[in-house]
């Protein structure tokens, strides 16, 4: 009978600092790829088990996931603060450091996340309310997000945890730790919700099981030396100021630009709003296209930002640049040929989603007008984890707030040639992204923080 030895399977780092750029970058980008395609499976699977439910359900499920969103974002940039602060360490070769610096961002993270618990449990209702939703929806809403974030506590953690692994090149543990999480979440939804009589909480109370196993098998891998670096679970006296600084600078910079972001978001729905119902389902559908076509990329950079931290953590500074390009170049083919694709059926894409001829002719202005900008979107969207991976998260936040200032100008500016002066205003924002933080980038002024 064919049997597997599990002691003899391989689940160790490749060396970002040695071998083949192109395929350590592809090698480490594929478990990521994984990941994202469970996430992209469990989406559907929640929303139509929450739908039967009623609308009100997934009403509320789309606010409430809105609210502890606004939360989540915090982990976002601790992850990012692990990957580059770990991952330079590991680089060096520092493995004890890399292990000490591990365990005082985890546990910045389980403070960190209580008070976002704490904090997030106290707002539900106020947050809830100001989204506009109605009272029935506002019923269900506000206990889904309680739990979510009372959950925090435990589930929160598991995204740092994964930025620490995914910092060291550990990229098959956090694969297998996400996906664990996922199919866990997947399982729990149907009792939870139905068998137990929980309706809508029993989504919120599946999604903190489900995360909150995943954070105790990442302390668990962390804790045994079944990674690169071991923590130690001892409680004592453990931070250090500087470590406190470096991480919250982290945290403040990449939480206040993903919030810039969001902000210019809900403008520019408001400005495509006023164009009316189909200008919006148009915008909404154009959006879902670069949003899938962006999700490998958006992969690739997160590998790119561990191979940049490792390879200046190891001195060896050209390697690093060049790695950025390198998957620049990776992510404006596969950004590139959807966007050739999807201008040449545009009309055919939108169809698809919906066959009004209003619909189909605004939403065909929106990728013809938008898709030749994708190749620019593309480095920068490598070429941002690329400085965040270098410990540069000044230069992105500059760059995002002064290109997507230029967008909503534009985009009033240009409204009086219609929708498509909108579409024209997102145009040029993804240009300027790509050109000016690949000419940041080319500088080589990044460097000076990390060597």
């Given amino acids: 009978m064919f049997k597997v030895d599990m002691s003899k399977v391989n689940f160790k780092k490749i060396d970002f600092t040695t071998g083949s750029i192109p395929k350590n970058i592809i090698l480490n980008t594929i478990p990521l790829w994984i990941s994202s395609a469970f996430y992209v499976g469990f989406n559907p699977w929640e929303l139509y088990l929450v739908g039967k439910l009623g609308s009100e359900a997934i009403a509320a499920l789309t606010i409430g996931g809105t609210g502890v969103m606004l ?13 580059a602060m770990v991952g330079n360490l590991a680089g060096k070769g520092d493995i004890r450091g890399a292990s000490k610096l591990a365990k005082e961002i985890m546990g910045l993270t389980f403070l960190i996340s209580l008070i976002l618990a704490i904090i997030g449990y106290l707002v539900s209702p106020w947050l809830m309310s100001i989204l ?10 506000i206990p889904y997000m309680r739990i979510c974030m009372l959950g925090a506590t435990i589930a929160f953690p598991v995204y740092v945890i994964n930025g620490i692994l995914r910092g060291t090149g550990e990229m098959k543990l956090s694969m297998i730790i996400v996906c664990g999480a996922i199919t866990i979440n997947a399982i729990l939804l149907p009792p939870f919700i139905f068998g ?16 909150g196993t995943g954070t105790l098998a990442g302390i668990w891998v962390l804790s045994r030396g079944k990674s690169t670096i071991k923590i130690d679970l001892r409680i004592e006296k453990f931070l250090r100021l500087i470590t406190i600084k470096e991480v919250l600078r982290f945290v403040s910079l990449n939480s206040f ?9 809900l403008v520019m729905m408001s400005l495509v709003g006023i164009f009316g119902t189909y ?32 390879n200046l953590g190891a001195k060896k500074v050209k390697r690093a640049e060049l790695s950025a390009w390198i998957a620049s170049a990776f992510n404006i083919l596969i950004m590139g040929s959807a966007a050739i694709i999807l201008f040449v059926l545009a009309e055919r894409t939108i169809a698809i989603f919906d066959p009004n001829p209003e619909v189909i002719e605004v939403g065909a202005g929106y990728l013809r007008i938008t898709t030749p900008g994708w190749v620019f979107l593309a480095m920068w969207i490598i070429l941002r984890r690329a400085l965040i991976g270098a410990r540069d998260v000044i230069s992105p936040l500059l760059i995002s707030l002064f290109t997507l200032g230029v967008q909503i100008f534009l985009a009033y500016s240009l409204k009086s040639l219609g929708i498509n002066g909108v579409w024209w205003a997102i145009f040029t924002a993804n240009v300027l992204q790509g050109l000016i933080s690949s000419a940041w980038f080319y500088t080589g002024r990044w460097k000076i923080r990390s060597t």
Wanted: a negative charge.
């Fill in 196 to 211: 137990f009589g929980l309706g809508l909480n029993g989504a919120a109370l599946a999604y903190v099981v489900a995360d």
């Fill in 279 to 310: 200008a919006l389902a148009a915008y909404g559908i154009g959006r879902r296209m670069l949003m899938m076509v962006s999700l490998l990329g958006f992969d690739l950079a997160i590998t790119t930002s561990v191979i940049v931290a490792n």
């Fill in 71 to 83: 939360f989540w974002v915090v982990m976002i940039g601790l992850s990012n603060a692990s990957i």
């Fill in 257 to 265: 630009e993903l919030f810039a972001i969001s902000v210019v978001e």
């Fill in 132 to 141: 506009g939703a109605e009272v029935e929806v506002l019923r269900l809403a």
